[in-house]
């Protein structure tokens, strides 16, 4: 199946940093990707969709200024948490929407384990 | 936001059983999708179903689009311990456009323990 790749799979980082973290469709392209965050044994929770030419779409609730997307290419979107709390720390996870043939379906990166101190 | 009723939340098997989990929603999808999630990785589909009534197979895994198009179930058959993990359904609306164009809507998780 296709393959999302995402970077770094975990960072450890000071609270007030910011964090960037990549999400990379690899053989196909994506003109839209979403951006998860997910609680311990909790479903995925949708904070925003990223649209590749376009601004962020978010969900409400989350804070488009503390969460900024950039999707610059149809094979990568980028997540950035700006001046990271604690209660940031997360699962964050992307997935792709692959629209290739007539039916539509989403992979998902592997995440990336977000920890501040 | 809205979420799929999954059930059952959790199983606890012995090797070897075959396990079933379902889906329902008071909406219509087009497409049903199901994952199952190993902890600390994300999501892997296991098995899109794109037509009302369709019966998929992926080894010994069987997963159905139910003819109402609101319910979908995953089977699993002579479960193994690698087996364990969690499964989601997950639905796709129609492509209409609108709001929700694309956004997957979740169950809440079937949690599976198989016991060698």
């Known amino acids: 199946g296709a393959v999302v790749s995402q970077h770094p799979s975990r960072v450890i980082c000071k609270s007030g940093t910011s964090v960037k973290i990549e999400c990379r469709s690899l053989?196909?392209?994506?003109?839209?990707m979403f951006w998860y965050r997910q609680f311990p044994k909790k479903s995925l929770m949708l904070m925003a969709t990223s649209n590749e030419g376009s601004k962020a779409t978010y969900e409400q609730g989350v804070e488009k200024d503390k969460f900024l997307i950039n999707h610059a290419s149809l094979t990568l979107s980028t997540l950035t948490v700006t001046s990271a709390h604690p209660e940031d720390s997360s699962f964050y996870i992307c997935s792709a929407r692959d629209l290739a043939g007539a039916q539509e379906t989403q992979y998902f990166g592997p995440g990336t384990r977000l920890l501040v101190l | 936001g809205q979420q799929l009723n999954q059930s059952p939340q959790s199983m606890f098997i012995q090797e070897g059983e075959d396990v079933s989990m379902n889906c329902t929603s008071s909406s219509i999808f087009n497409t049903w999708l199901w994952y199952k999630q190993d902890p600390g990785e994300g999501p892997v589909l296991l098995i899109a179903l794109y037509k009302a009534g369709e019966l998929t197979s992926n080894g010994r895994l069987t997963a159905q689009f139910g003819i109402t198009r609101k319910d979908s179930f995953l089977n699993i058959s002579a479960s193994i311990p690698s087996d364990v993990g969690i499964y989601f359904c997950a639905g796709l609306p129609s492509n209409a456009g609108g709001t929700s164009y694309g956004k997957l809507t979740f169950g809440q998780g079937t949690i599976l323990t198989v016991h060698p």
């Open positions: 053989d196909f392209q994506a003109t839209t």
